[in-house]
């Protein structure tokens, strides 16, 4: 007898251990007998549940007239699988509250069999979950959101490229229009009367000829600058020296203007898109 009371106050021990450890987890512990389809359940199971407590045991069918019209079916084919298979079944469903507010459950149990392997009962726990379930949902839509926004950007910026490239090559179409008349007839002036021009008339004209020239360039990379975003350019070495001697080209006017005197060491070669750098 002794022996007895020793195991059953070791078991009621360990019973209240497992009730500790349930609650400090928020859980809720329930017993399914099938025999006469009474659903045991702990006080917490009852909380998580939104059910009042009672001296009339529940039956299944009242648990699952609870659960939410869209899962109720699923549930109760995951827990027939389950004990088809012999197996842990482990389900995230929704219920209703009494009030109407939904809440989600996470629910996870395990058969009993006897002999001849039939189930006889299921023991399991629940847990509420609607927060993760909020959060999770929040996130979702937050990423929808943020891939749509994603998806108008990139399509406002392929319309940018689309009429930045339209706008540079008609800029550089009606560009090159005059600059090809302008180097046709300095072309003419020098071909037909170089021998009546002095020396600084003719240097004139080698700096007009460079400067038709030099925004010939500038038209060009203009247009494959506008490319860029779908068209990107190979990189190729870049002499510095030639790049400071090009502004020295261009602003030769603003420089003497200015009387300005430019001061520059030399420069090393580097890798680089040539229509960015100039």
Known sequence: ISDRKAQEAELHEN????????DAGKMGIWDWDFQSDIVHMSDKALAIWGLPRRKEPY?????FAITHSNDVDRLQDTVQQALAQQSEFNYEFRITMPDGAIRWLAGK???????????????????????????????HEMNETLEQRVAERTAELERSNRELQEF????????????????????????RFSSDLDETAL?????MQNSAERMKLLINDL???SRVTTQGQPFTDID?????????????????????????EPLPAIKGDQTQIG
């Open 109 to 139: 149990g395990i058969g009993l069999y006897n002999e001849v392997a039939q189930p006889t009962r299921m023991i399991g726990v629940n847990y509420e979950i609607t927060e993760r379930k909020l959060n999770e949902q929040l996130l």
């Open 203 to 207: 240097d004139y004209m080698a700096r």
């Open 168 to 191: 540079a090559y008609v800029a550089s179409h009606d560009l090159q229009e005059p600059l090809r008349k302008i180097t046709a007839f300095a072309d003419r002036l020098r071909s």
């Open 240 to 264: 510095l020296n030639q790049i400071i001697d090009n502004v020295r080209r261009d602003l030769e006017t603003v420089i003497d203007n200015a009387a300005a005197t430019i001061i520059v």
């Open 59 to 63: 039956h299944s069918q009242e648990i």
């Open 15 to 22: 019973l209240h251990r497992l009730r500790m450890v349930l």
């Open 223 to 225: 247009l494959t600058l």
